[in-house]
């Protein structure tokens, strides 16, 4: 599934966020609602995960790590 997210994202497809929302946006809500705590700034804090996901991955470089 990873694979499929990643080239879906190189490709700009917006389903590779989509995808890579509903694999890890539980994982991802966690780990910032146990640093906020508050629930809007947990949620506008996920926002901007995938946001710089979006706009940053064509630097992305599998060779230099998951």
Known sequence: MD????????????E?????????????????RG???DEQDTEECVSDVYLRVWERFSGFDAEKGS
Do not use: C, D, W
Request: charged letters at 20%; hydrophobic letters at 45%; a positive charge.
């Open 16 to 32: 590779g966020l989509t995808l890579l929302q509903g694999s890890y946006g539980n994982m991802v809500r966690y780990i910032v």
């Open 35 to 37: 640093v906020l705590r």
């Open 3 to 14: 694979e499929k997210i990643i080239a879906l994202l190189r490709e700009g497809e917006q």
